[in-house]
């Protein structure tokens, strides 16, 4: 069957940097995706990876290694407005998104 | 602001009602999805219009009728339905359901309680 783990809730502090993982298996595969939602509200796109390695964009990373399966989020200097959760996504073979549970991250200051 | 918005946002309803969601997408994109998101749960894909054309039913109760009148606007009737159909209810659009990177702008959602 298709699946995507990701850990259901993080803490980190503010300044800090936490990185998020996420693993999938699907049928196929064209490209994962990570989405912010704050409470409330709706699933903001941050990073899209089809190939292996790092994207960045500002504060945020994305990594891939599509050999492993594995893709993580990174996010430096956090800020409190990081305070969300984020959603993995897997694109499979019939470009369907794959979706995870999501992480909820909490940011202390 | 995505570009796609939805009403209402709020909606109680019992389970003998009939009600209906409505999505408008101001993108220009071709396709639309339902997706129903339960609380720590991941979203569940509901259905999927490409250029007005349902190409996805991913097993919905026939309580759930999606209706697709053009590229802009897609509705959610929902009839009879039960107290576990409760969720957040969100409408997706993008430029078609292929494609790189082909991401999804969602609205806002509509938060459904069935009484």
């Known amino acids: 069957g298709q699946n995507i783990d990701q850990p259901t809730e993080m803490t980190a502090t503010e300044g800090a940097i936490v990185q998020i993982n996420c693993t999938y298996q699907?049928?196929?595969?064209?490209?994962l995706f990570w989405y912010q939602q704050h409470a409330g509200e709706a699933p903001t796109f941050l990073s899209y990876?089809?190939l292996d390695g790092l994207e960045e964009k500002g504060r945020f990373s994305s990594f891939l290694s599509r050999s492993k399966g594995y893709s993580y989020l990174l996010l430096k200097e956090l800020q409190m407005k990081d305070s969300a959760s984020y959603l993995c996504?897997?694109?499979?073979?019939?470009?369907?998104?794959?979706w995870g549970a999501g992480t909820k991250l909490i940011i202390k200051p | 602001e995505t570009g796609v918005t939805q009403t209402p946002r709020h909606l109680v309803m019992g389970m003998t009602n009939k009600k209906s969601l409505k999505c408008e997408q101001h993108?220009?994109?071709?396709?639309m999805y339902w997706y129903k998101q339960s609380a720590k749960k991941p979203l569940e894909l509901m259905f999927v219009?490409?250029?007005?054309?349902?190409?996805e039913n991913n097993s919905v109760p026939s309580r759930f009728s999606p209706e697709c009148p053009n590229s802009s606007h897609l509705f959610l009737h929902l009839h009879t339905l039960q107290p576990e159909d409760s969720a957040l209810y969100l409408c997706?659009?993008?430029?078609?359901?292929?494609?790189?990177?082909?991401?999804?702008?969602f609205g806002p959602g509509t938060r459904l309680t069935v009484l």
């Open positions: 990876n089809v």
């Open positions: 996504a897997a694109m499979d073979s019939n470009y369907q998104l794959i």
């Open positions: 993108l220009g994109h071709n396709a």
């Open positions: 219009y490409n250029f007005k054309e349902q190409t």
């Open positions: 699907t049928s196929g595969f064209n490209g």
């Open positions: 997706a659009s993008s430029q078609g359901v292929a494609g790189d990177p082909n991401e999804q702008f």
